[in-house]
């Protein structure tokens, strides 16, 4: 039964190259992209899943970099083989490059766009996808010249962007691997992540009640602000508040109602 590229790329396991065996995949590789340039379409499929087959160690060494990212490995290998297969399919000899210089960042970019799609757990904005992309780039870079791992504001200079954007995309690192919220932050015995998350403060609208409401009490007649006291603060029933005050119980209704009428409208105004 006849395999297809992809699945010939799934199951071959060539081992790395040497040095020497790098020379000879480069040599080969490019007299087999010089046959296509003059054979006929069944021969240029046999000829393009060659190059495939043969430069499958580059596709393994640049989805070997993103080990660890939260992704399965094999899910990012995949990714790296399709990239791998569309730089062949893909590549012009005409424009006088060498086919690595093509793959590479045919592949890169393949793996990236399977991270960009796949791999956030929260998915922040594109533009701090790709800067963060480009930061994981340029820090190993940059910590080789500095010999130390390189300031926010020296990145920043590096790629030309502001400093408050290379601490934002910073601060989406863990969206591919997000933190559990069952994590203890010390020992055995310490409080886990989500136990220290803040909640909702069932006071808070209460609070909030009370600023607004305080100017409004403080300005009532002292009859009025003593109904609404006994009303709503110590929880006195219309009966009780008549008999203290020495009215009918339809009398304190009416109040109340006239009292919180006058209230609600300041309130709002």
């Excluded at 590549?91 to 793959?103: I, K, Y």
């Excluded at 100017?215 to 219309?238: E, K, N, Y």
Aim: hydrophobic letters at 40%.
């Amino acid at each position: 039964m006849t395999t297809t590229l992809s699945e010939r790329l799934v199951v071959a396991r060539p081992p790395s190259p040497t040095r020497n065996s790098e020379r000879h995949r480069a040599e080969l590789t490019a007299q087999l992209l010089a046959e296509i340039d003059f054979a006929d379409e069944l021969t240029r499929r046999r000829l393009q899943d060659e190059v495939a087959l043969l430069n499958m160690c580059v596709a393994r060494s640049i989805a070997s970099r993103y080990r660890d990212r939260g992704e399965a490995y094999d899910d990012v290998l995949q990714a790296a083989y399709l990239g791998l297969v569309k730089a062949v399919r893909r590549f012009d000899s005409s424009h006088g490059r060498d086919f690595l210089s093509f793959a590479v960042p045919t592949i890169s970019g393949e793996v990236k766009r399977h991270f960009r799609d796949c791999g956030w757990t929260v998915r922040p904005p594109r533009r701090i996808q790709e800067l963060q992309s480009r930061i994981s780039s340029a820090s190993p870079e940059l910590a080789q010249h500095l010999r130390r791992a390189p300031t926010p504001t020296e990145v920043a200079a590096r790629l030309e962007v502001s400093v408050d954007e290379v601490v934002e995309a910073l601060a989406a690192d863990g969206c591919f691997t997000p933190t559990s919220l069952d994590r203890r932050l010390g020992g055995d015995d310490s409080a886990t992540l989500g136990e220290l998350l803040g909640g909702e403060d069932a006071d808070l609208e209460r609070a909030e009640t009370h600023v607004a409401l305080t100017p409004l009490l403080r300005d009532l007649a002292p009859r009025d602000r003593h109904i609404v006291t006994l009303r709503f603060f110590h929880g006195w029933t219309q009966e009780e508040i008549a008999q203290d005050i020495g009215v009918t119980q339809m009398q304190v209704s009416r109040l109340l109602a006239r009292i919180l009428r006058e209230m609600r409208s300041q309130l709002v105004s």
